[in-house]
Structure formats: structure tokens, C-alpha cells
């Protein structure tokens, strides 16, 4: 699989970009891939004054400033992509300054739309693991990766708190409410042991082979219960999206959601901070919704 084909996966499964999102995306890192190849580039051997060299490319071309900023969006995003994954050792393209700024406002779902997600698996040993997933991208915050990513021993229902390996194998501790941990513990008990068999795992997550769940199949099961309940465009990412925006409606603080979340720098945080409210009526647990569950 090339990286280009990669990334695009990845923002399905991750990121839970709309068709037409990735379809952008893909438009405009082609033209950077064919630019590379009319200048008998490879990835691996281009710089910040390529890039910079590209844009005045795209300039000249007639593309408005507000394409080129898309452009210039993409080429991060992609960079950052391959710096993640170990396919290259810098992001060029992080300090290249942007003709125009472009906020984009993440898919947030109401309590409601949650709640009914999550009305849909049922107590089978498969529908305890599915609500689980769903219950943890919600309730804790954690990315799509992050979640399939976990072991049995990085939850503590003891104590209420799960560690996760986030971007750049930052570990972080979330912490986790009431009907998280009840989940976990009856998954744990009465859901994956069925599952697992004889098989040894240590991953917390597994399929119906008793090994680790992939991204794609978690993405999977969100989107199959979302359809059930009649709740459109939903990725994984939206319930980490909801979890950000529901905790802020009930008060939290800024740096603590930031913390929660992973984010290296609390301007990445702030754009919950600019969506709309409306729909977020049911706060309880003083910041999260799930964590005073009757």
C-alpha cells in the first residue's frame, strides 16, 4: 500500500473524514505527488523550500489563496501522517505559513444521539465488547487507535482510570465515570472470555478470533450501531469530538480537557470551545453525562 493510500485510510478509520473530505484530500496531495515526480523527487528527498517552491507552483497555476491554504492543510496533515508512522524523521511542512487560516468545526452528536447508540448492542459476549468500544470513545475521550491499543492491564477499574499510548507513544492516564467501569468489568467478566477462548491475549479489544481488534473493524462497529439507531456520519471521532464538547458544556476546564484528550497544544482544544451547546441539556457528574447513570 503506497503512503498516499495509507493516509487516506487513515483519515477514514481515525480521523472519520467524510467520502467527499478524503476526495479533497486526495485531490490536492496528487498535485503535490505529480509535482514531485516533475522534478524527479521522491518524499524521502524533499525540503521546506520544496514545499515552499510548490506553493509558488500552485500560485502561479491561478489556484486563490484559500486553495493554496487547503493545499498547505493537506501537506501537514500528510506530513504529520508520515512522521507518525516512521516513514520519515521530520515534518517539513509544520512551519510553512498558510495564506489564509481555516478552522474547521469537528461533528459533534448530542446526549441523546449517544444515549441511543448505545441502546443497541445487546448482551451477547460480542454486543458487551461493542457497547464497551463504544462506551470508552465516549466516556474517555481516547482516539480510535488508542482504544485497540489497549491491554487488559492498562484499565484499573479499582480505581477508575485507564492508560493509554497516544501520538508520538505519549502514554497519558484518563479517568473514567461510573457506567465506563461497570461496562469494562462486565466485558471483562462475561464478554471476553467467551470470545477469547483458549487463546492468550493481552489485548483488552479482541475479534471473534481472540486477537486484537484492527482500527478498521472498531470503525466498523461504531459506524453498524450508529446506522441501527438512525444517526448519520458517525465515526469513532465524533464520540472523542462529543466527549470534548460535553465535558466543556458541563464546566470543565480547558487544560483538563486538554490533558484528557492529548493535545500537545490547548489552541487544538479551544475549538470545542466554539461549538454550539444546544443540544447539551442532560449534564450530570458535574462535567461528563455517563457518570451518574440510573
Given at each position: 500500500?503506497?503512503?498516499?493510500?495509507?493516509?487516506?485510510?487513515?483519515?477514514?478509520?481515525?480521523?472519520?473524514?467524510?467520502?467527499?473530505?478524503?476526495?479533497?484530500?486526495?485531490?490536492?496531495?496528487?498535485?503535490?505527488?505529480?509535482?514531485?515526480?516533475?522534478?524527479?523527487?521522491?518524499?524521502?528527498?524533499?525540503?521546506?523550500?520544496?514545499?515552499?517552491?510548490?506553493?509558488?507552483?500552485?500560485?502561479?497555476?491561478?489556484?486563490?489563496?484559500?486553495?493554496?491554504?487547503?493545499?498547505?492543510?493537506?501537506?501537514?496533515?500528510?506530513?504529520?501522517?508520515?512522521?507518525?508512522?516512521?516513514?520519515?524523521?521530520?515534518?517539513?511542512?509544520?512551519?510553512?505559513?498558510?495564506?489564509?487560516?481555516?478552522?474547521?468545526?469537528?461533528?459533534?452528536?448530542?446526549?441523546?444521539?449517544?444515549e441511543?447508540?448505545?441502546?443497541?448492542?445487546?448482551?451477547?459476549?460480542t454486543?458487551?465488547?461493542?457497547?464497551?468500544?463504544?462506551?470508552?470513545?465516549?466516556?474517555?475521550?481516547?482516539?480510535?487507535?488508542?482504544?485497540?491499543?489497549?491491554?487488559?492491564?492498562?484499565?484499573?477499574?479499582?480505581?477508575?482510570?485507564?492508560?493509554?499510548t497516544?501520538?508520538?507513544?505519549?502514554?497519558?492516564?484518563?479517568?473514567?465515570?461510573?457506567?465506563?467501569?461497570?461496562?469494562?468489568?462486565?466485558?471483562?467478566?462475561?464478554?471476553?472470555?467467551?470470545?477469547?477462548?483458549?487463546?492468550?491475549?493481552k489485548?483488552?479489544?479482541?475479534?471473534?478470533?481472540?486477537?486484537?481488534?484492527?482500527?478498521?473493524?472498531?470503525?466498523?462497529?461504531?459506524?453498524?450501531?450508529?446506522?441501527?439507531?438512525?444517526?448519520?456520519?458517525?465515526?469513532?471521532?465524533?464520540?472523542?469530538?462529543?466527549?470534548?464538547?460535553h465535558?466543556?458544556?458541563?464546566?470543565?476546564?480547558?487544560?483538563?480537557?486538554?490533558?484528557?484528550l492529548?493535545?500537545?497544544?490547548?489552541?487544538?482544544?479551544?475549538?470545542?470551545?466554539?461549538?454550539?451547546?444546544?443540544?447539551?441539556?442532560?449534564?450530570?457528574?458535574?462535567?461528563?453525562?455517563?457518570?451518574?447513570?440510573?
Amino acid at each position: 500500500m503506497d503512503h498516499l493510500l495509507e493516509f487516506l485510510n487513515y483519515l477514514l478509520v481515525e480521523k472519520g473524514l467524510s467520502r467527499n473530505s478524503r476526495m479533497a484530500y486526495e485531490r490536492d496531495l496528487r498535485k503535490y505527488l505529480d509535482y514531485l515526480a516533475s522534478e524527479n523527487k521522491t518524499i524521502d528527498e524533499a525540503d521546506s523550500d520544496f514545499i515552499t517552491a510548490f506553493l509558488d507552483h500552485l500560485k502561479k497555476i491561478g489556484l486563490s489563496p484559500a486553495s493554496r491554504a487547503r493545499n498547505i492543510s493537506a501537506l501537514r496533515s500528510f506530513y504529520k501522517f508520515l512522521l507518525l508512522e516512521g516513514y520519515l524523521s521530520e515534518n517539513i511542512a509544520s512551519d510553512i505559513d498558510s495564506p489564509v487560516k481555516i478552522k474547521y468545526l469537528p461533528d459533534v452528536l448530542s446526549i441523546e444521539e449517544v444515549e441511543k447508540i448505545l441502546s443497541f448492542p445487546d448482551d451477547s459476549p460480542t454486543g458487551k465488547r461493542d457497547r464497551l468500544i463504544i462506551e470508552l470513545l465516549y466516556s474517555a475521550g481516547i482516539r480510535v487507535s488508542e482504544l485497540v491499543g489497549l491491554d487488559v492491564g492498562d484499565v484499573d477499574i479499582d480505581s477508575g482510570y485507564l492508560t493509554c499510548t497516544g501520538k508520538g507513544s505519549k502514554q497519558r492516564v484518563v479517568p473514567l465515570g461510573r457506567v465506563a467501569i461497570e461496562a469494562t468489568s462486565d466485558y471483562q467478566q462475561n464478554g471476553r472470555p467467551h470470545i477469547l477462548k483458549k487463546i492468550v491475549e493481552k489485548a483488552l479489544i479482541i475479534n471473534t478470533r481472540g486477537t486484537r481488534l484492527s482500527r478498521q473493524s472498531c470503525w466498523k462497529v461504531v459506524k453498524r450501531y450508529a446506522k441501527r439507531a438512525g444517526v448519520k456520519d458517525v465515526y469513532p471521532h465524533s464520540l472523542r469530538h462529543s466527549f470534548a464538547t460535553h465535558l466543556l458544556a458541563g464546566g470543565a476546564d480547558l487544560r483538563a480537557v486538554q490533558e484528557m484528550l492529548g493535545h500537545s497544544s490547548i489552541n487544538t482544544t479551544q475549538i470545542y470551545t466554539s461549538l454550539s451547546r444546544q443540544d447539551l441539556k442532560e449534564i450530570y457528574s458535574e462535567t461528563h453525562p455517563r457518570a451518574r447513570k440510573r
